[in-house]
């Protein structure tokens, strides 16, 4: 969704874009926009959480607002390996996430 509305910026009705980006509108769920009514300060949302739909990456969107702008960053990262039992032969451990792409908004 993009939302529309007006700022001081830019007084007349248009679309929200982030300060990143203010050539394009930026395209948001609506319950990322409610999200970022609710709380302006830095937040992270599960844009697509581990093991939804068998997803081994997951994205999380990093959502703030500061003096009427919109800063919006995707983070992709790997998703973290089941534990293993101590001494199971042939199986690495990986409890870490891995950072794969970071796409600002």
């Not at 394009?24 to 599960?46: K, T």
């Not at 039992?85 to 451990?93: E, F, I, S």
């Amino acid at each position: 969704m993009v939302a529309v509305g007006t700022s001081r910026a830019h007084p007349g009705l248009h679309a929200l874009t982030s300060a990143e980006h203010p050539e394009r509108p930026l395209a948001l769920y609506r319950w990322q926009w409610e999200a970022l009514a609710r709380n302006p300060r830095p937040a992270e949302l599960a844009d697509w959480p581990c093991g939804d739909h068998g997803a081994e990456e997951e994205a999380t969107l990093r959502l703030r607002a500061d003096r009427g702008a919109v800063h919006a960053t995707r983070i992709t990262s790997t998703c973290p390996d089941e534990p293993t039992a101590p001494g199971a032969a042939g199986k690495d451990r990986r409890f870490v996430r891995k950072i794969l792409s970071r796409e600002v908004l």
